[in-house]
């Protein structure tokens, strides 16, 4: 059984940082094929960050970009979000999401994501 686990999350202050892991166990997962949701209270779900399908890129939600990085561990089948400059809006559950190779669709929709894990609140105080 595949098992996606985040860590990381928790309460800072506007302008701070926090760095969230998800480490995947039970298969192997290229973290090429992994990518971050997130939803805030009284919102759908939305596409943070993920890597293009060839791995040489990455894609970010218009609202993060230039204060997010997303990066892998291939070898821990691990994948991080570095986030900066955190804002008030930022505050949501963030979650982890893995897909088969096989699977086809843009990486920023969640429908192509075949496993999820459990979310990690992140809070960012004014």
């Known amino acids: 059984q595949v098992q996606l686990v985040e860590s990381g999350g928790g309460l800072v202050q506007a302008g701070g940082s926090l760095r969230l892991s998800c480490a995947a166990s039970?298969?192997?997962?290229?973290?090429?094929?992994m990518g971050w949701f997130r939803q805030a209270p009284g919102k759908e779900r939305e596409f943070v960050a993920a890597f293009t399908r060839s791995g040489v890129s990455t894609l970010y939600a218009d609202s993060v970009k230039g204060r997010f990085t997303i990066s892998r561990d291939n070898a821990k089948n691990t994948v991080f979000l570095q986030m900066n400059s955190l804002k008030p809006d930022d505050t949501a559950v963030y979650y982890c999401?893995?897909?088969?190779?096989?699977?086809?669709?843009?990486?920023?929709?969640?429908?192509?994501?075949?496993?999820w894990g459990q979310g990690t609140q992140v809070t960012v105080s004014s």
């Open positions: 039970g298969r192997t997962f290229s973290g090429v094929n």
């Open positions: 999401a893995a897909r088969r190779p096989s699977r086809v669709g843009s990486v920023m929709v969640e429908d192509v994501y075949d496993y």
